[in-house]
């Protein structure tokens, strides 16, 4: 049996990235999204995910943003890490630190499988607002 956990220990580039409904339609929750995580094999991840071509700010203070530039800033981006880990093909990122304040301290639970090179790595169910869908992501190597 393949030991998940150590396969996923990396860098991964974002390859694809869905929102899955419940009907099989894929939809790009934010089209042409770049990102990067990493699974450290002392067990903390590093996620970082953002839309092309981002808007820069006016300025040089990365605090000092107009409400403008700073809602379209967290609008287009998302990034948080903590420790995980794997029971099965069950992976647990335990958020510490995000740019979402919700998250933190949240225990968030996927499922991984390999598809040759590539993770691909699914959240469970949401449920909270209408039909249930996914958030479905596809990672290739980052090398």
């Known amino acids: 049996m393949i030991d998940l956990a150590k396969k996923l220990v990396g860098t ?19 089209p042409g999204t770049i990102g990067l ?6 067990g903390f991840m590093f ?18 943003g107009s409400a403008e530039e700073t809602h379209h800033a967290m609008s287009t981006a998302m990034s948080y890490c903590g420790r995980w880990r794997m029971e099965g093909n069950r992976l647990f990122h335990n958020v510490e630190l995000s740019m979402f304040p919700n998250w933190v301290g949240a225990e968030m639970t996927r499922t991984v499988r ?18 249930p869908f996914t958030f479905e992501l596809v990672l290739k190597p980052a090398g």
Not at 37 to 42: E, H, N, S
């Open 37 to 42: 995580i990493c699974y450290t094999a002392d």
């Open 114 to 131: 390999f598809d040759g090179d590539r993770a691909v790595v699914t959240t469970l169910p949401i449920t909270d607002s209408g039909p």
């Open 47 to 64: 996620a970082t995910l953002m839309g092309p071509n981002r808007k820069r700010f006016a300025g040089f203070d990365p605090m000092g």
């Open 12 to 30: 991964w580039r974002l390859a694809d990235w869905a929102r899955v409904d419940a009907d099989g339609k894929r939809t790009p929750p934010l």
